[in-house]
Structure formats: C-alpha cells, structure tokens
C-alpha cells in the first residue's frame, strides 16, 4: 500500500484533490477533522489542554470553548503547545486508519494535512502532494467560500507555510489556477502514478 500525503495553503483546492482521490478508491484522512475530534474525544488529550491552558478550554457540555483556546493559544503565540498536545495523538490515529485501511484492501492511504511539512518531509511517507497556486487566486476562493474579507483571509494565509519553498520536499506539485475540471483532471493523472507505485 502507498501512503501519501496532501497539503497546501488555505484555498488551494487539497480538499477537493482528497475527495477525487477518495472518488478513484483510495482512503483519505483528513487531520484536521481529526484533531477535532480527538480534542473532545481522547482522554489524554483533553488532559493535557486542561492542563496547559485551563479547565475553562472546556464548557460544561464537554465541548471546546474555542474563544478561550483562540485566545489562551492564538493570540499569545502558544500554538505550538497545543500542536505538541494534538498532534502526536493525530499521527497515532493515522497510523491506525493506515493498518486499517490495508486490511481493508486499499492500496492507497491518503494523509490531508495543511501541517505535514512543518518539520520537513514525515518519514512514513512514500510519496508527497502539494496542491498550490497563485495567492490573489486562492484569495478569492476563500473569500467566496468564508464571505470573508481579503485582510481576513491574508491574515489565515500568513500563518501558513509558505508552500513554493517546500516544493522540492514534494513529488508531485499541483497548481491549481484555472477551473474546477482541470484540478480533477490533475488529480486524476496524480492518483494514476500513484496507483502504479502501489
């Protein structure tokens, strides 16, 4: 079984190369999704945000007081502590749903993460993504998609990875500057190589 990854700025159309992927036959999670969950669902991880930042991270409910994470995380430069808590549980997950998704006759698992090449190229994959293209054009498509702002959305766009110096980390780029079609299109001619490494 290939395991890949996918990645790529906000706007630049991962998701949409995911679901084509998952359209072709190969399993796809999706971290960020994830994370999510295993914030209210992982006892260790809960844990361990309480921990960092507060019991008040948490409303009654059990759900996430995602104000009070922006703010206790966010807005004071903590995020990587947060990251160091949800992540390694997120990586554990993967690991899982891979072993999984083998024994289930896939012979390919897709990783979606706007992270995964923070700390260079993850060792447990075969094969890297990056889906990208030209900033005006992904702004406007979160701009579309959010009715946000363009300072909103520049403000999301620079704490993200600038994707065009990580592109030599990768083994297949996709730029996606023009229509919906010609991304399926690309994501077609990505999963068919993939495919043919499997």
């Known amino acids: 079984m290939v395991i890949a990854g996918v990645t790529g700025g906000i706007g630049s159309g991962k998701t949409t190369v995911c679901r084509e992927f998952e359209k072709l036959g190969a399993y796809v999670f999706y971290a960020d999704d994830e ?3 295993l914030m209210v669902s992982d006892n260790a991880v809960v844990s361990g945000i309480k921990e960092t930042f507060g019991e ?3 409303q009654k409910d059990g759900s996430l007081n995602k104000p009070h994470l922006i703010r206790e995380a966010f807005e004071t430069g903590r995020v990587e502590e947060l990251n160091n808590i949800v992540h390694p549980a997120v990586g554990r997950a993967f690991k899982n749903a891979c072993k999984q998704a083998e024994q289930n006759g896939y012979d390919i698992a897709v990783k979606e993460a706007a992270l995964l090449l923070n700390e260079g190229r993850p060792d447990y994959l075969d094969k890297v993504i990056i889906v990208t293209g030209d900033e005006n ?6 701009m579309k998609r959010d009715r946000s702002t363009a300072r909103k959305v520049k403000e ?6 600038d994707f065009n110096k990580k592109r030599h980390l990768a083994d297949f780029v996709i730029i996606n500057n023009s229509s919906l079609e010609n ?3 690309e994501s077609v001619k990505v999963y068919n190589q993939l495919i043919k490494t499997s």
Do not use: F, I
């Open 183 to 185: 991304l399926k299109k």
């Open 56 to 58: 008040e991270s948490y």
């Open 35 to 37: 994370a999510k969950m």
């Open 137 to 142: 054009v992904r702004m406007e498509r979160v």
């Open 156 to 161: 999301r766009m620079d704490h993200q990875p």
